[in-house]
């Protein structure tokens, strides 16, 4: 079929890899995308260099929040200690996912001619490979939002009702999460189960497959939750304050410490999980209003899009900054890894201490003779002063 020729009705294509103009359909239906002076492959190799750190990143750094918790003993280990266990692993699929799906798709898309990739997008429409890979992508976008949710939830009860909080035992925890999983399952397979009303595609805009998005469904199954979430948190953040004033008061100053330290990573990865989300399901809404057509969406789905997945590496950022227990743990990891044991690394912390405190107290003169574990060992009246300073 002749450029020239191609009308909506035998045209199948209406995003196109973002770094190519919208007219490079017609001006190069039969020349490889790799070919066409319509598309930039400083652009694609940008796109895949891009894809291959993020789902990296995003593996890696889950897989140091797993390993965190389990060198936690195990009656050391918290309620949400399961819960950080549970997003990161959820987190993982994203990573997975870009190396499975996105990274070939980058990598065979320049190699095809528009013709080719028209024809490709049809024949993939409602394939048994669309229906096994557009659930995993609903799945790495309501994982998040819905482990969200149930953080939120936790929160609010240890700020409304801190004994019922305190009092649940982690088998209750692991029973939540365990039908959390459930839900994701069953939500994100949707599409399988009413496979006369929704429909699994390829998308080659955003190098991924996805189901038709329906208002209704998206509504309840991800604008609900995150408002209603958002009313959560906003309700704890309120709140946070004069309820831990009140724990002060009766000396559980520990507590409400770690209380106030929990809301803030909650608080943090609410803000991320906005940031990096929201914009798919506007954009989204955007599309489906018709205020984005086909030579402007491509480059707006594939930004928000694949915007959306630094989402999987932002928790482990937000436990970085915050959460000094995680970042305890990760030495404690690390140590291990370099067959380090954890006794040797305190009694070095502990050098360090004494030095900096004989150069506070007593000049450099007699740091100079501190030098070997012995002479701090032998120091045993200093160490005490060090241990209370």
């Not at 050391?76 to 819960?83: A, F, H």
């Not at 912390?349 to 506070?360: D, E, G, K, P």
């Given at each position: 079929m002749k450029p020239e020729n191609l009308t909506m009705f035998n045209l199948s294509l209406c995003g196109i890899p973002p770094y190519c103009d919208y007219e490079a359909i017609r001006e190069c239906w039969n020349t490889t995308i790799r070919d066409c002076s319509l598309c930039s492959n400083a652009g694609s190799d940008a796109i895949l260099t891009y894809i291959l750190l993020m789902a990296t990143f995003i593996i890696l750094g889950n897989s140091l929040v797993v390993?965190?918790?389990?060198?936690?003993?195990?009656?050391?280990?918290?309620?949400?200690?399961?819960?950080?266990?549970?997003?990161?692993?959820?987190?993982?699929?994203?990573g997975l996912h870009l190396f499975a799906v996105c990274v070939p798709y980058i990598v065979l898309t320049p190699k095809l001619t528009f013709k080719e990739l028209n024809d490709y997008v049809i024949v993939l429409r409602q394939s048994d490979l669309a229906k096994a890979m557009a659930p995993v992508l609903m799945f790495t976008y309501i994982s998040s939002l819905y482990h969200l949710f149930y953080m939120s939830v936790q929160r609010f009860i240890a700020i409304y009702a801190p004994f019922t909080y305190r009092n649940q035992s982690r088998r209750s925890v692991s029973k939540h999460l365990a039908i959390l999983w459930v839900i994701l399952i069953v939500g994100s397979t949707f599409s399988l189960w009413e496979s006369n009303y929704f429909q699994n595609f390829y998308r080659p805009e955003m190098f991924q497959f996805m189901t038709t998005v329906d208002p209704v469904a998206m509504g309840i199954c991800i604008v609900l939750p995150y408002l209603v979430m958002s009313g959560l948190t906003f309700a704890t953040a309120c709140n946070a304050r004069k309820r831990l004033q009140r724990s002060r008061s009766y000396r559980v100053d520990s507590a409400a410490n770690r209380e106030t330290s929990l809301l803030k990573v909650t608080f943090c990865m609410y803000l991320g999980f906005t940031v990096t989300v929201v914009p798919v399901v506007i954009t989204n809404a955007l599309q489906i209003g018709q205020y984005l057509t086909c030579d402007t969406v491509s480059v707006a789905i594939f930004a928000t899009v694949h915007t959306s997945t630094l989402s999987g590496i932002l928790n482990v950022l937000i436990y970085s900054a915050f959460d000094r227990t995680f970042r305890q743990t990760i030495?404690?990891?690390?140590?291990?890894?370099?067959?380090?044991?954890?006794?040797?690394?305190?009694?070095?912390?502990?050098?360090?201490?004494?030095?900096?405190?004989?150069?506070?107290?007593?000049?450099?003169s007699t740091v100079k003779r501190v030098k070997s574990n012995d002479d701090v060992i032998k120091q045993g009246d200093v160490m005490n002063d060090v241990s209370k300073s």
């Open positions: 390993a965190s918790v389990l060198v936690i003993e195990s009656k050391s280990r918290k309620t949400q200690d399961l819960v950080k266990t549970s997003l990161a692993i959820a987190d993982m699929f994203t030495l404690k990891v690390s140590y291990r890894i370099r067959g380090k044991t954890e006794s040797n690394s305190c009694r070095n912390s502990n050098n360090v201490r004494l030095r900096q405190f004989y150069a506070r107290n007593h000049g450099q």
